[in-house]
């Protein structure tokens, strides 16, 4: 089994920073695509970045610019550096990464919340 741990969450004022990271632990033979999305109140999820275990990314349009995602493939973790916050950024940011472990499997983490103050 697999768990992927968020932290980094809290409560910033627009325009702060803010740096997600999120470990996966448990039986890992290697880690394809991870990734960010969140989900912020009575929206649906959206993606935010993925990056792939060669190091390409992708972003949504909305935070272009404004985050960076990375990842260190000998740890199993991947973070999400956010600047220049924004309210609309407010959301429960879900960590997902694709592992393989035999077969390859789907996993999500549970959630951090992010909070953006004006």
């Known amino acids: 089994q697999v768990q992927l741990v968020e932290s980094g969450g809290g409560l910033v004022q627009a325009g702060g920073s803010l740096r997600l990271s999120c470990a996966a632990s448990?039986?890992?033979?290697?880690?394809?695509?991870m990734g960010w999305y969140r989900r912020a109140p009575g929206k649906q999820r959206e993606l935010v970045a993925v990056i792939a275990s060669g190091g390409t990314t992708n972003y949504a349009d909305s935070v272009k610019g404004r985050f960076t995602i990375s990842r260190d493939n000998a740890k199993n973790l991947v973070y999400l550096q956010m600047n220049s916050l924004k309210l609309e950024d407010t959301a429960v940011y879900y960590c997902?990464?694709?592992?393989?472990?035999?077969?390859?499997?789907?996993?999500w983490g549970q959630g951090t919340q992010v909070t953006v103050s004006s």
């Open positions: 448990g039986i890992i033979f290697s880690i394809n695509g």
């Open positions: 997902n990464a694709w592992v393989v472990a035999g077969t390859m499997v789907h996993y």
